[in-house]
């Protein structure tokens, strides 16, 4: 069994897909708060310290911001200037940050797991050709950047340019960016002739990958559409929705509401559950070499 | 069996009035192992991109080429513009993407060429990490997977350094001798595939010889332009009338010398040359990395260049050369040691350093910013000091002159404002002998009009032409600070053929022409 971050990236992506999109259109704290802590176990072990301060200094803000600009609600706190804030305006400020916060936290983990090959695997799947696309995009990005720093040395260094004035500056970019221009012109010629020489331009391409789908990868998805259809499921029926204008209205406790709390407790921890079950074998494993 | 026939071939450039090829007549049987020589704008990659269906020019093409439905695979001379994807496996399954072949058939046949080509370790690395010369062996796996009858190679050594040309020419021999592959390889550097190949081709717009190697070397040392590719030991070879074997090796040439000449004179006499006692560039205790907690890439280096010298750094791949000549160029700043550019302080200069110092690029085409020689050289104050005349490729467009017109344009153009010192970053790179002949003499002719030049180089054969004075850059230091005859001397293995076949024999003779001046003072031996 592996994890859930190691299957087929198109499990992958669908895991992020559906939590992504549940917890961005979800009212419900519960499920928010249970994604965003999900989201962080999911990146324990990654510049911990450096996101969380992000995210803290990310989340106060917004909870601060929706007060200042929305008065509804029927608590008033106090008032500034003849301004009221509210205790619902507060509440439901917090509760957006905690949407958009485990959104961004479950996008630090996407970007790390989801790498250029597959991404790449991923629009394969979709058509060859835009997979050849992002892969050549992807190689050229830092060829052209290091084309441009070498060019505008070569400049200085030979004295054509002169680095001193905004003036000069501005010719120097001006020049370095047309020796730029009939470069890459250049080069894509070449490029082409080595696409050509290789057989490039049949219409059935293909798109290679190491990845394949295998039984336990629809499994996954299978398992993920599942857990999503409940809370999905709840949350369209309103039995989990908050309300929060003029007053807070907290949802009647029901065996819908409790099922769909723990499928979605179960779809978030469920990277980090299979991560934690693959340590414990490897320490099982090697404690018996 | 026959593979490949080419009969009567003459090709035109749409914009051009000449033609590039004329009346070029050949063929090509299965197996074979063909040379294509030939001076640069001679047209030989006109020729070898002609016999590649899908990629040949368009143009006025008269006469056949018969491929027999033959498959044949293409490699060009430029590492970084033939690889088309990120990772090495998604460039070697691109051909196989092409032909929409299955998936569990391209990994077995990615399997097999990473195998037969060593490329295990890299697979999965960006292809942008990898070294010029593993960039080369990625595009020949990456036209070999599917498995073609003829492997075309355009100059595929001409961009790397000296170990990785070794290594990439004995992999397209074990290409040829163990898959049967013929091979149509066009190269500067012919020397070691001489001894291996089964024909040599030389052209120069028509076809001049065509047939075994041999009479490819005869033909080669009568025919004057192309005189300079030959190997060191047959430019000697065909200065004399000798009837034996051809020499192409050091060895064989060492034999030859030893076998036909006499050693009584042992050295030439040379003017001593007074040596200048003011220095252009001082360089003490310099100590450079590029990250905080890299390694030391300069450890210390010192070195001194006189003014009005030619000096020649040397050393392998990655041991600081160009690094050094960055920090002299004010373009990197070392974090500890002294600078000193004609007495004066490198930091003392703030901003003008580069009316004295200038320094030439590796790649000179990151310079030219224009359409036609003419606007380029008006950076230059004034070009009619420069000792080479532009006049007929003032209109042409500065990536359509050659590779040695390019250094040369370069060059005026670095020394446009009077500067006095030149920093030279391996000047010879990817140009045939003749052109790195012609850039030797241009630096002979700078040093004439009183410029310093410190030169980077992998060329020990152009160093031996031009430089006063060589030294040898490693692990950040620079050792063997000698006059260039004794530097070559001194050394086994950083010295010129001539060098080693004349040790012991005849002292301080380092190129061909002095080996050659020494063999006529002394004669024949008589039998």
């Not at chain 2, 195998?115 to 990898?130: A, E, M, N, T, V």
Request: hydrophobic residues 40%.
């Amino acid at each position: 069994m592996r994890t859930v971050m190691q299957s087929n990236p198109l499990s992958v992506f669908s895991f992020y897909a559906i939590v992504v999109c549940i917890t961005a259109a979800s009212s419900s704290p519960v499920i928010q708060l249970l994604s965003l802590i999900g989201a962080v176990a999911c990146n324990f072990g990654y510049n911990t310290a450096k996101k969380a301060v992000f995210s803290i200094v990310l989340f106060v803000l917004m909870a601060i911001l929706n007060p200042l600009f929305n008065t509804s609600g029927a608590t008033a706190l106090f008032f500034i200037n003849d301004f009221a804030i509210t205790l619902e305006a507060v509440l439901y400020g917090v509760s957006a940050s905690l949407s958009i916060t485990a959104v961004i936290y479950w996008f630090f983990s996407f970007s790390r797991i989801m790498t250029g090959e597959k991404i790449i695997y991923l629009f394969g799947k979709l058509s060859p050709h835009i997979a050849l696309l992002i892969s050549s995009v992807i190689r050229f990005v830092p060829m052209f950047l290091r084309l441009y720093s070498q060019s505008r040395k070569a400049q200085i260094c030979m004295g054509i340019c002169k680095n001193d004035t905004v003036i000069n500056k501005l010719k120097c970019e001006i020049r370095v960016l047309s020796v730029m221009i009939t470069r890459c012109t250049e080069n894509g010629i070449i490029t082409a002739d080595s696409m050509e020489a290789r057989g490039y331009g049949n219409i059935n391409r293909t798109c290679f990958s190491f990845y394949k789908l295998r039984l336990y990868d629809i499994i996954y998805i299978i398992i993920y559409v599942l857990l999503a259809i409940v809370t999905v499921f709840a949350i369209a029926s309103g039995c989990i929705s908050f309300e929060y204008y003029p007053t807070i209205t907290v949802p009647k406790a029901s065996p819908l509401m409790y099922a769909s709390y723990i499928c979605w407790a179960a779809l978030v921890f469920l990277p980090t559950l299979t991560q934690a079950g693959k340590e414990i074998k490897w320490k099982y494993l090697l404690s018996r070499i | 069996m026959e593979i490949l026939t080419v009969k009567d071939l003459t090709f035109t450039y749409p914009t051009s009035s000449s033609a590039s090829l004329k009346n070029i007549s050949f063929s090509v049987n299965e197996g074979e192992f063909i040379v294509v020589c030939g001076r640069t704008g001679g047209g030989k990659t006109t020729l070898l991109k002609q016999l590649v269906p899908s990629i040949a020019p368009l143009g006025n093409r008269l006469g056949d080429i018969d491929t027999h439905k033959c498959k044949i695979a293409y490699v060009c001379q430029s590492p970084n513009e033939q690889i088309v994807c990120d990772k090495v496996y998604a460039e070697l399954a691109f051909a196989l993407e092409n032909q929409a072949m299955p998936r569990d058939q391209m990994i077995a046949k990615i399997a097999e060429a990473s195998g037969f080509f060593g490329l295990d370790d890299i697979l999965y690395s960006d292809c942008d990490s990898l070294s010029g010369g593993q960039k080369q062996i990625v595009a020949i796996a990456s036209a070999m997977i599917c498995r073609p009858d003829v492997l075309v190679l355009d100059e595929p050594t001409s961009r790397l350094d000296p170990i990785a040309k070794e290594k990439l020419l004995s992999l397209i021999k074990k290409i040829n001798r163990e898959l049967a592959c013929c091979v149509i390889i066009s190269e500067h550097y012919i020397e070691p595939l001489l001894e291996y190949a089964d024909k040599m081709l030389l052209l120069d717009k028509e076809l001049i010889y065509f047939g075994s190697v041999d009479g490819g070397l005869k033909a080669l040392s009568g025919y004057p332009p192309l005189k300079d590719a030959l190997p060191a030991s047959t430019r000697i070879y065909s200065e004399f009338n000798i009837d034996c074997k051809i020499p192409i090796t050091v060895k064989d040439g060492r034999n030859y010398i030893r076998k036909y000449f006499k050693n009584d004179v042992k050295y030439l006499s040379e003017d001593k040359k007074e040596e200048q006692k003011e220095s252009a560039i001082e360089i003490k205790n310099v100590y450079f990395r590029y990250t905080k907690n890299g390694k030391d890439i300069l450890n210390g280096a010192e070195l001194c260049v006189k003014k009005g010298q030619v000096f020649c750094l040397l050393g392998g791949n990655g041991s600081g050369k160009s690094t050094l000549l960055s920090i002299i160029a004010g373009a990197l700043r070392a974090y500890s040691g002294e600078i000193r550019i004609l007495g004066k302080r490198l930091k003392q200069y703030s901003g003008d350093l580069y009316k004295t110092v200038t320094l030439l690029p590796q790649d000179v085409l990151t310079v030219f910013s224009h359409d036609t020689v003419r606007q380029e050289l008006q950076v230059c104050k004034n070009i009619n000091e420069f000792p080479y005349d532009f006049t007929p490729i003032l209109d042409n467009h500065p990536y359509d002159i050659s590779g040695g017109q390019a250094q040369l344009l370069a060059l005026a153009m670095a020394t446009g404002n009077d500067q006095s010192i030149l920093l030279l970053d391996e000047p010879t790179k990817g140009l045939d002998k003749e052109s790195s002949l012609s850039i030797a003499d241009m630096i002979k002719k700078l040093k004439e009009s009183g410029k310093t030049v410190l030169c980077v180089t992998h060329d020990s054969e152009f160093a031996a032409m031009c430089a006063d004075r060589c030294a040898l850059l490693f692990s950040g230091e620079c050792t063997q600070n000698l006059p260039t005859a004794e530097f070559f001397r001194c050394n086994t293995f950083y010295t010129t053929p001539i060098s080693i076949m004349t040790r012991n024999y005849y002292e301080n003779v380092l190129t061909v022409e002095k080996c050659v001046e020494i063999m006529k003072i002394n004669g024949e031996k008589t039998v």
